[in-house]
């Protein structure tokens, strides 16, 4: 069982940068691939990165590529997703996940758990 609460999220301006954490409870933290998704009001939610176990191997949707860093420490039991230059389509409920077994895990149902997630507005 493994239980993510995300923080970080708010309102930034049209080119500005926000860091989002996510903090996963469970000893075997270190096993699960963790990615990070968004939904837009209206819209499917939609996959924007990943880094397996060890974060060594990261994906990005091309949306967020060259924006977006995915990063982790399993010491901590903490993914992060430091977002920069940010647009205002980039508006969105990011959620925090974790995969287990999966090797590249991008569709929400490849996920096992899932934060409540935490919003981030940009204004133009």
């Known amino acids: 069982q493994v239980q993510l609460v995300e923080s970080g999220g708010g309102l930034v301006q049209a080119g500005g940068s926000l860091r989002l954490s996510c903090a996963a409870s469970?000893?075997?933290?270190?096993?699960?691939?963790m990615g990070w998704f968004r939904q837009a009001p209206g819209k499917e939610r939609e996959f924007v990165a990943y880094?397996?176990?060890?974060?060594?191997?990261?994906y990005y949707s091309d949306s967020v590529k060259g924006r977006f860093t995915i990063s982790r420490d399993n010491a901590k039991n903490t993914v992060y997703l430091q977002m920069n230059s940010l647009k205002p389509e980039d508006t969105a409920v990011y959620y925090c996940?974790?995969?287990?077994?999966?090797?590249?895990?991008?569709?929400?149902?490849?996920?096992?758990?899932w934060g409540q997630g935490t919003q981030v507005t940009v204004s133009s």
């Open positions: 996940a974790a995969s287990y077994g999966r090797t590249k895990p991008v569709l929400s149902y490849e996920y096992d758990y």
């Open positions: 469970g000893r075997t933290f270190g096993t699960y691939v």
């Open positions: 880094s397996s176990w060890r974060g060594g191997t990261t």
